[in-house]
């Protein structure tokens, strides 16, 4: 009988786990997920840029569809100023089908935000308004507020502007990817429909920005060329004017964190 006794408890003892081997179990999984855990952020981050060039190459089609039924002439930032009728609202038939919904006062709301390709998949669709997307258009170099003429250091700038005015379609940036410039990082996550100078670009692609250029390709660029571009010149310049790069220094990323969007 004890002996049958003693069997069965040698049974049992073997059949349950130890204090020790769960513990090195336990530690086993946390190795693993430390290991895993990063290759699955960087693969969802790829998919997120992947989605975000997308969405620009959507853009890219229907700006080459706008300038075509309109004489290759861009659009202005916005009509009648203070946001009313945005460029977003200008191009979003050719993306959507239908106008863009006129919502109360001046502002433009675009429906479903996550369906549309105004919204890189890093920003969080806080606001709906058309102003808000996440990329924002050249609008000093292309078509300011209401064509309004722009006079700066490198003379006087008419709008609108025609295909045929650049000099290097190629380098002309047309939209990038924007944020909604302010000294609180949280919102990085928003962006602004007007790229009005290197404060505005948002690298949230491994410290790249996603960008369209006047002959319709889509590139993502890093801050060395976006922000080492002098704005009078290319990549944000008037490229009628037969300017070329120039250099141009840059605040480095640690000193002003928080101020300038980088994931």
Not at 173 to 194: K, M, P
Not at 207 to 224: G, K, M, P, Q, T
């Amino acid at each position: 009988m004890k002996r049958q006794f003693a069997s069965l408890y040698s049974e049992k003892s073997r059949s349950n786990f130890t204090l020790i081997e769960l513990l090195v179990v336990i530690a086993i999984i946390a190795i693993l997920a430390a290991i895993l855990l990063p290759a699955l952020n960087s693969a969802r981050n790829r998919g997120h840029a992947a989605t975000c060039i997308n969405n620009m190459k959507q853009i890219a089609f229907a700006f080459s569809t706008y300038l075509n039924d309109f004489e290759d002439t861009f659009p202005a930032l916005d009509y009648d100023g203070a946001n009313v009728f945005p460029w977003v609202a200008a191009i979003y038939p050719y993306v959507a089908g239908e106008a863009l919904p006129f919502a109360t006062g001046v502002n433009y709301h675009i429906p479903n935000p996550q369906s549309q390709p105004f919204l890189c998949p890093r920003v969080s669709p806080k606001e709906k308004s058309a102003t808000l997307v996440s990329y924002g258009y050249n609008s000093r170099s292309l078509g300011g507020s209401k064509y309004a003429t722009v006079s700066d250091w490198i003379g006087e700038s008419k709008y609108p502007v025609k295909v045929g005015q650049l000099s290097s379609p190629s380098a002309q940036l047309v939209i990038a990817e924007t944020w909604e410039f302010s000294g609180q990082s949280g919102r990085r996550d928003v962006g602004h429909y007007n790229l009005s100078g290197q404060s505005k670009f948002a690298f949230r692609h491994n410290r790249l920005a996603n960008v369209i250029f006047a002959d319709y390709h889509v590139s993502a660029e890093d801050s060395e060329y976006l922000y080492g571009s002098d704005s009078r010149y290319l990549p944000l310049n008037f490229s009628q004017q037969s300017k070329g790069l120039t250099a141009r220094s840059h605040t480095d990323w640690g000193i002003a964190y928080g101020y300038y969007p980088f994931d």
